[in-house]
C-alpha cells in the first residue's frame, strides 16, 4: 500500500468542475490583481469567520510582516514568539528590524509556554506572536490576560490552524489580528502562494491594506512606503471555492487523528498529540513523539513500506543558522530541542482512508514492538 503524507491531486479530483468554472471567469475577466475576485473571497473569508476585515496578501509570511509593519514594529523593538514554529515566524520578525525573543513550549502541547511568555516580557517588548501549531489554538485568554490594559499587541500566527476553534470563537478573532498562510498544502490552500490578515481593528486594515499595494488605496497615491503583496484573482477564486469545503476537511481530519490514536494509544514508547479542553484541533498535523526507539528508524521502516512521514520541525529556530546572530546556544530551549528529536508526523489530509491510516498503524505497531 501506498501512504503519500498529503495528497493534493486527490483534493483537486473532487473539485476539479468548480475550480474549473471559476478560473476560467477570472481568466475572462482579467481580475487579476485585487480586484472582484479578491474582494469576493476576503469577504467569505471574513464572513466564515466572523471577522471584520480581512486583507488579502501574497503569502503568510507576508502577512505577518505586513501586520508587524502596520502595528509600528521595528528596529529595537522586541517581539515573542515560539522557537518550535516555521521559521517564517521569526523571519517576518527580523524583516522589520526587531528582535525575535523566543520561549520554549509546553511539553504537552509543544505551543509556547505562556508563563515563559510572561518572563520575558521587557519594556522592548512591542508584541507577541502566539502559534496555533499544528492546528491547536494557544490559551488565548492565559496570554491576553498578559497584556490587557497594555499597549502590547498581539498577533495570531494562524498559518495551521483555519477553522479551529478556541472556545466558540474561530481563532482568527482573537487578537488584534491574524496572519493566515494559504500555501498549497495548508487545510486550506491556493494553488500557488496565498496568504491574509483578519482584524476587527480598521485603522490597523487600512494601513495593512495600503502597506500590500504599494503604500495606497488607489493607484498612483503612495501614503506610505509599502509593498507588492497582493492576494491575485485566480488564488483568491480557488480559494473561495475550497472555503465551502473547510469545515468538511476539517472534520475528515479530526475523525482520522481519533483513529490514529484509538490504534496506537498503548503503543510503548509513543507520545500521541493532546487536544486541550475547549478548544478545536484541526490537525494541520499530526505530530506524534517517538520516545522507545529511533525515531529516524522508524521513519526509514515507514518510508521502506511505503508510507510517508515528515518531521516538523528537524530544527529549533534558535538553532538555525539564520538565527545564530541572536546568541543562543543548545540547551536554552530543552523543550523544543528535544520534540525536534523525536516528533514525527504521520499522514494527514481529508481523502485519507480509513485502511491507510490501520497500515500505518500496523506497521508503527510492529516497529515499535521490535519484531521488525
Ligand atoms: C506556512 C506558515 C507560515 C508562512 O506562510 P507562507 O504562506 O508559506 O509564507 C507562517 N507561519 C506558520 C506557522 C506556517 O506554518
Redesign the pocket.
Known sequence: MNVPFIDLPAQYAAIRQEVRGQVDAVLESAAFILGAYTRQFEDSFSRYLGAQHTIGVA????A?ILTLKACGIGAGDEVITSVN??V??AEAIAHTGARPVFVDIDPGTYLLSVPQVKARLTSHTKAIIP?H?YGQPVDMDAILALTRGSRLRVIE?A??AHGARYGKSMVGTLADAACF???PG?NLGAFG?A?AVVTADAELATRLRKLRDHGGIRKYQHDVVGFNSRLDGMQAAILHVKLNYLEEWNSLRREHAQLYTKLLSDVAGLILPTVRAGSTHVFHLYVARVIGKSRDALRDFLQHRGVSTAIHYPTPIHLTPAFSYLGHQRGDFPEAEACADSVLSLPMYPELKPSQIEYVAELIRDFMKGQA
Open positions: 503569502n503568510g509570511t507576508d505577518l514554529s516555521f517564517a515566524t502559534v501549531l500566527d498559518a495551521q498562510s494559504f500555501y495548508k502562494d496568504g
